[in-house]
């Protein structure tokens, strides 16, 4: 991987921060694209320590700058863990915004991809996924970076 692609694959902080960071002036938008209760994937499940049967919080959506998709996003939480937490008022306001206000936030070791996300048909160079966890409430973050992002920022290929 390009040291320019590992900044933004390693990064542990709000990816919604940096990508307004590096946007600018480009307009920062989350456009929703699903979000309601199902099941997890086999691997998302695994992932989240999980039984696949369990019903759990889906929200998918596009990271966009001037309406342009540089990221998109597949979130997943245990319904036993959203105890309170309102997130499906969320809209199109960024998760992230939220999560990385929670006090004691911890987030677990990245796992990187080199394919394209699952859920949506978008090329793109990487993926990466991570469990977020504050007190109780866990969620499966799974962002893939998309070909758009990296023309528009001049970033290599890989
Ligand atoms: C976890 C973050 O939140 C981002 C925003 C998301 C949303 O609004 O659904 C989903 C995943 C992330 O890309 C972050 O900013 O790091």
């Known amino acids: 991987m390009s040291t ?3 900044h933004w694959v390693a990064s542990r902080d709000s990816l919604t921060q940096r990508l307004i960071d590096a946007g600018t002036p480009r307009r920062f938008r989350v456009r929703l694209l ?6 997890p994937r086999r691997d998302e499940a695994r992932a989240l320590q999980i039984s696949p049967s369990r019903q759990v919080w889906l929200r998918e959506v596009a990271l966009c700058l001037d309406d342009r998709p540089w990221v998109v996003a597949r979130s997943v939480a ?3 863990s959203l105890r309170g937490q309102r997130l499906e008022r969320l809209g199109e306001r960024s998760l992230g915004h939220w999560l990385f206000r929670q006090p004691g936030l911890e987030r677990g070791p990245i796992e990187v991809s080199a394919d394209p996300a699952p859920f949506r048909a978008a090329p ?3 993926g990466r996924r991570s469990v977020l966890r504050h007190g ?3 969620v ?10 990296a023309d ?3 970033l290599p290929a890989r």
Do not use: I, K, S, T
């Open 78 to 80: 245990p319904l036993r």
């Open 124 to 126: 793109g160079p990487w």
């Open 152 to 154: 528009d920022l001049a």
């Open 4 to 6: 320019a692609w590992w």
């Open 140 to 149: 499966l973050v799974q962002e893939f970076f998309l070909d758009d992002m």
């Open 34 to 39: 699903d979000q309601r209760l199902g099941r």
């Open 136 to 138: 109780r409430f866990a």
